[in-house]
Each structure stands twice: as structure tokens, then as C-alpha cells.
């Protein structure tokens, strides 16, 4: 029986990926990338000609069964996403879930996630913190945010641009407006930066200044 590796890739700087990654990415039969062209820049820059394979929230339902399959017949699959660690508001879940059930060895390598640098960049409390992800657009998210509001750990979420403005404006709502807040895009790429200061300050900025790159948001939990 063969083998499944999670990689994560770097989320921006292509730097940011470990030597052991490089490695593997070399030695297996097949890679599982979300984005082929994406990943194929990747590969390209470190002279890694193994075969790509698409893997992604559209298709994932459909493919887990022919790469479970191909992994118990004796392939080693690497899985990666675009940026970041697989299952990790990626696709993964499905198809770790999956060589779970069938016995096949899971191994997720160490690297590269967005949540962990703006966590640390943010100043707020890091020892207990709850991550949230992408919230729901719109089936759940009042209820989720009024649960989250009673919330005294610190709270992650990752949000697009075009979004960012309206989610703060719903976080003043249901947190209040003097609760902290920073805000980290582009990290670790040339652009990177973090804003913090009050939910309300933190909104004001990004209504004048409109964001661009995918970003993290850190809020303090309820006091």
C-alpha cells in the first residue's frame, strides 16, 4: 500500500517551503494540486517534474475514490493547495478522511498556514485562541456571529477584499466598536501589512483605503 502527504506550500514567498517538501514533492508518483497552473509556477521554480493532477473543491467529491484506490495499489500521493495547508479552508478534508477510513498512512508535513504569522503579528492574546475560517456568506452567519460575540478567546478569520469592509461593519454590530482588532494581507509577500486599532478605527481605515490580497482578521475575545 502506498502513502498519502500533505504539503503546504508557501503563501506567497516561494522561500517559505521546507527542504523535506521539496523532497517528497520529488519522490512521489503524483501530485494533487487545487490550481495546476498555480502549482505549476511552484514546481517550476524548484525543477520538480512530477506529475500534476487536479484536486479541487469542484471536483474532490468525484475524484477521493480513484486516488484512494490508486494509493492502495501502491502509489504515493503528495495533496497540496494553492497557498497554505491543504484542509485548511482548502480542500483535503474529504480525501484525508477518506485514507483514514481505508487504513492508508496519513502524513501532513509542517509549513506554511496564513493564520499562524497574523495570530502572532496581531499583539493580541495567542495562548487560547479560536480559529473560524471563512464565515458563512449567508445561511448561519447572524447566528454564528451572535455565539461568537459571548466569544472570550481570541477569534481568526480569513475574508476576501471585496468583503472585508461589510464583515467589519457586522463585527461592530454583534462584538461592539472598541474591541481590538488587526488585520494582516499580502503576508510575507513585498506589499505585506497588518492594521490594528479599535473594530471602528480598523473600519475607517479599510472604508478609505480599500484592501487588496486575501487577508486575516485577529479580534480580541469578549473581556
Do not use: W
Not at 61 to 85: C, F, M, P, Y
Amino acid at each position: 500500500m502506498g502513502k498519502l502527504y500533505v504539503i503546504p506550500t508557501p503563501i506567497g514567498n516561494l522561500e517559505d517551503i521546507t527542504l523535506r517538501a521539496i523532497k517528497v514533492l520529488n519522490e512521489v508518483d503524483l501530485i494533487l494540486a487545487e490550481d495546476t497552473r498555480t502549482s505549476g509556477k511552484l514546481l517550476k521554480h524548484y525543477e520538480i517534474g512530477t506529475p500534476m493532477q487536479s484536486h479541487h473543491m469542484h471536483n474532490e467529491h468525484k475524484t477521493v475514490t480513484g486516488v484512494v484506490a490508486r494509493i492502495t495499489q501502491g502509489e504515493t500521493i503528495a495533496l497540496i493547495s494553492d497557498a497554505g495547508t491543504p484542509a485548511i479552508s482548502d480542500p483535503g478534508f474529504l480525501l484525508v478522511r477518506a485514507c483514514v477510513k481505508e487504513g492508508i498512512e496519513v502524513d501532513c508535513l509542517p509549513g506554511a498556514t496564513a493564520f499562524v504569522p497574523a495570530l502572532v503579528n496581531s499583539g493580541l492574546p495567542n495562548d487560547r485562541f479560536v480559529f473560524e475560517g471563512f464565515l458563512p456568506v449567508k445561511k448561519g452567519r447572524q447566528t454564528r456571529l451572535t455565539a461568537l460575540s459571548e466569544e472570550t478567546r481570541t477569534l481568526v478569520f480569513y475574508e476576501s477584499p471585496h468583503k472585508l469592509v461589510k464583515t467589519l461593519g457586522q463585527f461592530v454590530a454583534f462584538f461592539g466598536e472598541d474591541r481590538n482588532v488587526s488585520v494582516s494581507r499580502e503576508l510575507t509577500k513585498l506589499h505585506e501589512e497588518t492594521i490594528r486599532g479599535t473594530l471602528l478605527e480598523v473600519l475607517a481605515h479599510f472604508e478609505q483605503q480599500p484592501p487588496k490580497g486575501e487577508l486575516v482578521i485577529v479580534i480580541g475575545g469578549k473581556k
